[in-house]
Nanobody, 123 residues
Framework: QVQLVESGGGLVQAGGSLRLSCAAS????????MGWYRQAPGKQRELVAT???????KYADSVKGRFTISRDNAKNTVYLQMNILKPEDTAVYYC?????????????????WGRGTQVTVSS
């Protein structure tokens, strides 16, 4: 069974920085895309940033220039460096691994989600 474990969330003042990490474990052969999504209270979950195995990235307009996604393919780990944080960045941040292929059932490709980590930015 594939598990995604996020870390690095917390409370920070506006203008500050945080770095999120997400490590995927299990009998993984490959992961197509890894990414971060977030969900604020009363709002739908939204894409923050994604990165493919070769390193192609995609960002939400609201975080471009402030957030940077990176990935260590050998460790099946994805990172999100968040700078110049704003109160509107406050949300639960979820890690996603898409197109995961494993050596054991359910084989894949399929998608997995982490449990989320809270990021709170105070004004």
């Amino acid at each position: 069974q594939v598990q995604l474990v996020e870390s690095g969330g917390g409370l920070v003042q506006a203008g500050g920085s945080l770095r999120l990490s997400c490590a995927a474990s299990g009998s993984i052969i490959s992961i197509n895309t890894m990414g971060w999504y977030r969900q604020a209270p009363g709002k739908q979950r939204e894409l923050v940033a994604t990165i493919t195995t070769p390193g192609s990235t995609k960002y939400a307009d609201s975080v471009k220039g402030r957030f940077t996604i990176s990935r260590d393919n050998a460790k099946n780990t994805v990172y999100l460096q968040m700078n110049i944080l704003k109160p509107e960045d406050t949300a639960v941040y979820y890690c996603n691994a898409a197109g995961v292929v494993t050596t054991t059932p359910p084989w894949g490709p399929r998608d997995y989600w982490g449990r989320g980590t809270q990021v709170t930015v105070s004004s």
